[in-house]
């Protein structure tokens, strides 16, 4: 199970690189709280926007766990790029609520600015320590939860980088639908 629709809303799991998604309109960073490039995520997304990217981001910062900010994409085939500061597993309490808050955020910033189309990649997974079963179970949950609210976005991409992190995804969504 790759893709799941609610109303005009669709979901869909895609394996692939997040700073090559060039029909979605925005992209997530998993960033850092000063949203200063960085490794993984933050640090493929800097590098492919050229560094106006953190010149930009760095006067919204610092952020704390679960927030969001919105940024121009400059040289990525975006128009705009939502930086969410997952929690550091069993350190930033609770990390379930502040990694739930990181989707819900970004997808009311969609719902602000009239963006259809998102890409998110699989948050605080890497560096921060969150399991990725664990992580994809509150991704899949809080995104399907709030599709039915949403007014403008209508596609949503989870964008996974590895084979084992797409099936982790397909199976969590094949048990909450």
């Known amino acids: 199970m790759n893709r799941y629709i609610y109303g005009d809303v669709s979901l869909e799991l895609f394996k692939g690189d997040i ?11 998993a960033a850092n709280a000063y949203l200063r490039a960085g490794g993984g995520v933050a640090g493929a997304i800097h590098r492919a926007a050229g560094p106006e990217l953190e010149k930009e981001s760095m006067r919204l910062g610092p952020i704390k766990p679960g927030e969001a900010v919105i ?6 085939p975006n128009t705009y790029v939502i ?22 955020n970004a997808l009311d910033i969609c719902e602000e600015k009239g963006i259809k189309s998102i890409a998110f990649p699989a948050i605080s997974t890497g560096a921060f320590g969150y399991p990725p079963e664990e992580a994809a179970e509150v991704a899949l949950r809080t995104i399907m939860k709030k599709m039915p609210s949403l ?3 209508q596609l949503i991409r989870m964008v996974l980088f590895g084979e084992k992190d797409l099936e982790i995804h397909k199976e969590t969504l094949k048990k909450l639908m």
Do not use: F, S
Request: charged fraction near 25%.
């Open 71 to 76: 940024t121009g994409a400059h040289q990525l």
């Open 19 to 29: 700073t090559q998604q060039e029909e979605m309109e925005a992209i997530v960073n």
């Open 83 to 104: 930086h969410c500061l997952g929690p550091v597993y069993d350190r930033d309490i609770p990390h379930d609520k502040l990694l739930a808050d990181c989707y819900q």
């Open 151 to 153: 007014k403008n976005v």
